[in-house]
């Protein structure tokens, strides 16, 4: 079974500031997807970006980019030039995809609750 | 376009109670999927269904089911309630089929159940 791991239950950035919320997963699948996810106090889920596995290159989102490593299994997001609204929980998930599982349940970390201050 | 629609927001059952939520997907989108998010955790799956069929099940007891009508919206009912079944309960859906699966699903707000 795979399992994600956010080790950071929670941190804090200042406004315009650079911060990397790390993510670990265990998987003995050779192709599959990350996700990070935001879901801020109105409770519905965000997707902030998506990594495909068999894709070296980073994905990046405007001020979201991730560092995703292969080998370590990790797969970390970071978030440049924060601002207020970034302030949410911060979900890591892994997919496989639909192709060789029949169906999709993405697996979440605990997550990340990330405070931006002005 | 309208995203992903869950009924109710909140509720509030008592132990052994049954409840319904229900969850319209996108238009378009042909699977449903059901997430159990305890506060401070992150949300575990529950249910997929695609075209009508369940096609995934997670650690759950036989106390939750679900199904999924003609128009692609979908139902979770749990029975006999227990105050750990308190939670928010999310809905989210994806086109899912094969070689058109992007592998992203979309979030509704959810239904915040409260057991007392």
């Known amino acids: 079974a795979q399992t994600v791991t956010q080790s950071q239950p929670e941190m804090s950035v200042q406004e315009a500031e650079t911060v990397t919320l790390s993510c670990t997963y265990d998987t003995s699948e050779n192709n599959y997807y990350l996700f990070w996810y935001k879901q801020p106090p109105s409770r519905q889920m965000i997707l902030v970006i998506r990594q495909e596995a068999y894709k070296q290159q980073n994905a990046t989102e405007n001020r979201f980019s991730v560092n995703f490593q292969k080998a370590a299994k990790s797969f970390s997001l970071k978030i440049s030039d924060s601002q207020l609204g970034d302030t949410a929980m911060y979900f890591c998930?892994?997919?496989?995809?639909?192709?060789?599982?029949?169906?999709?349940?993405?697996?979440f970390g605990k997550g990340t609750r990330l405070s931006v201050i002005a | 376009d309208a995203g992903v629609t869950q009924s109710p927001t909140h509720l509030i059952k008592t132990r052994g109670q049954q409840v319904t939520l229900r969850c319209s997907p996108i238009s378009g989108h042909k699977s449903v999927s059901w997430y159990q998010q305890v506060l401070g955790q992150g949300p575990q799956f529950i249910f997929q269904y695609y075209e009508k069929e369940e096609r995934g099940r997670g650690n759950f007891p036989d106390r939750f089911s679900a199904r999924q009508f003609p128009n692609y919206s979908s139902e979770l009912n749990v029975n006999a309630l227990l105050l750990g079944d308190s939670a928010l309960y999310l809905c989210?859906?994806?086109?899912?089929?094969?070689?058109?699966?992007?592998?992203?699903?979309?979030f509704g707000e959810g239904s915040r159940l409260t057991v007392l």
């Open positions: 998930a892994f997919m496989k995809p639909w192709i060789l599982s029949g169906n999709t349940p993405l697996v």
């Open positions: 989210a859906s994806s086109l899912a089929a094969g070689g058109e699966n992007t592998g992203e699903l979309f």
